[in-house]
């Protein structure tokens, strides 16, 4: 997406019910925090937090590459601050206070395969009123998080460091979409 659609995501306002307003703060969230995976998000606790920085492994890592644990620093901006004080839940040790402590397995599985359903529908609202060629969907914070900062300048180098990815190869995946655009606006100019 453009930043024109990324801001009119973040100003949309128009919102039918609670549920799509939450479901448009977790995918700012998820953006705003180095494109973080929801899985991540779902595990997050209070204790990640250590004064302007939020520290954490990604999930993914940790059960496949035992020897790689890249631990990934999000600077909290204002904007991710009055996110996460918005729907964060205090009275639990998890930021989203969606899970409890001694959760297994296939109970997290399930609430975020559940969360994530729930939250894609209430964003297909959004990007209807929005008018967007894609659904916003849960992924897809991750995506833009990355594209945003190439079309920024930044290196795959740098863009692969803060999303935590062990090579390259992973980093191009999510920035495929932007050499689409590219093309795209490329051949504008045609008849």
């Known amino acids: 997406m453009t930043m024109d659609?990324?801001?009119?995501?973040?100003?949309f306002q128009d919102f039918e019910n609670k549920d799509q307003d939450y479901a448009r703060d977790i995918w700012l969230l998820l953006y705003?925090?180095?494109?973080m995976n929801h899985a991540d998000m779902l595990r997050m606790k209070w204790t990640c937090i250590k004064g302007d920085y939020l520290f954490f492994?990604?999930?993914?890592?940790?059960?496949?590459?035992k020897l790689y644990t890249q631990e990934i620093v999000v600077p909290i901006s204002p904007e991710i601050k009055a996110l996460i004080e918005k729907v964060g839940v205090?009275?639990?040790?998890?930021?989203?206070?969606?899970v409890n402590e001694g959760y297994s397995e296939d109970?997290?599985?399930?609430?975020k395969d559940l969360e994530q359903r729930n939250i894609n529908t209430n964003l297909k609202y959004i990007s209807?009123?929005?008018?967007l060629s894609d659904d916003l969907k849960i992924r897809t914070a991750r995506d833009n998080y990355a594209n945003t900062l190439k079309q920024a300048g930044r290196t795959n180098d740098q863009?692969?460091?803060?999303?935590?990815h062990s090579n390259?190869?992973?980093t191009r995946f999510y920035l495929a979409s932007l050499d689409m655009e590219k093309a795209r606006d490329i051949n504008q100019c045609l008849l």
């Open 5 to 11: 659609k990324i801001t009119a995501v973040a100003q």
């Open 32 to 35: 705003r925090c180095n494109g």
């Open 57 to 65: 492994i990604r999930m993914k890592t940790e059960n496949t590459k």
């Open 90 to 98: 205090k009275e639990s040790p998890y930021i989203l206070g969606l």
């Open 107 to 111: 109970y997290f599985n399930n609430k």
């Open 128 to 131: 209807k009123k929005l008018n």
């Open 159 to 164: 863009i692969g460091e803060m999303m935590g």
């Open 168 to 170: 390259s190869e992973t």
